[in-house]
T-cell receptor, first 113, second 111 residues
Framework: EAGVAQSPRYKIIEKRQSVAFWCNPI?????LYWYQQILGQGPKLLIQ????????DSQLPKDRFSAERLKGVDSTLKIQPAKLEDSAVYLC???????????FGPGTRLTVL | RKEVEQDPGPFNVPEGATVAFNCTYS??????FFWYRQDCRKEPKLLMS???SGNEDGRFTAQLNRASQYISLLIRDSKLSDSATYLC????????????FGKGTRLSVIA
């Protein structure tokens, strides 16, 4: 079974630039999550989708971050404009349904200079 | 009090040792509990779910204490390959509530 795919794996940008990350969840998984993991911390949920609807985006900095999952499958996370403190690994995860085991993608390591 | 708290470690133990980690959670309505393992520069992977009755998977045993609001992970006969960060994860309710991750406990098993 194919796992969660993410791209790119690494991205280096300058502050105030824009960046977008892509995630393809495991086939059939209704729930998709985006997490931000800063070095030395546990993953912090940014946004949770159930199919193509947003379930929880309470910790998403909406002034600069946006995410969508238009057809209920792939998802993109965008940062515009980026700040230095956005340097982190952005993890996408999916699960069959809410509250079930989550499977993580390899993450995108973002460095903002 | 933080939602999910773990001792960050590091725990440095020799091969063959038994090591235990605890994790406390603040929301008494929490329903589901998990231990994830994260290797350096890798994504978290589910190690085991934690059931009310406790559960064991080979050298790993997980326990839940609802009264004191903590879960534990015991690793027996530690292997070098057990070196990783162990993340405690709590599902605070049902349905739409998200999983909350602890900051993790780092384990180094030394030859």
């Amino acid at each position: 079974e194919a796992g969660v795919a993410q791209s790119p794996r690494y991205k280096i940008i300058e502050k105030r630039q824009s960046v977008a990350f892509w995630c393809n969840p495991i086939s059939g998984h209704a729930t998709l999550y985006w997490y931000q993991q800063i070095l030395g911390q546990g993953p912090k949920l940014l946004i949770q989708f159930q199919n193509n609807g947003v379930v929880d985006d309470s910790q998403l900095p909406k002034d600069r971050f946006s995410a969508e999952r238009l057809k209920g499958v792939d998802s993109t996370l965008k940062i515009q404009p980026a700040k230095l403190e956005d340097s982190a690994v952005y993890l996408c995860a999916s699960s069959l349904d809410r509250g079930r085991e989550q499977f993580f993608g390899p993450g995108t390591r973002l460095t903002v200079l | 009090r933080k939602e999910v708290e773990q001792d960050p470690g590091p725990f440095n133990v020799p091969e063959g040792a038994t090591v235990a980690f605890n994790c406390t959670y603040s929301n008494s309505a929490s329903q589901s509990f998990f231990w994830y393992r994260q290797d350096c520069r890798k994504e978290p992977k589910l190690l085991m779910s934690v059931y009310s009755s406790g559960n064991e998977d080979g050298r790993f045993t997980a326990q839940l204490n609802r009264a004191s609001q903590y879960i534990s992970l015991l690793i027996r006969d530690s292997k070098l390959s057990d070196s990783a960060t162990y993340l405690c994860v709590v599902h605070q309710g049902s349905g739409n509530t998200p999983l909350v991750f602890g900051k993790g406990t780092r384990l180094s098993v030394i030859a």
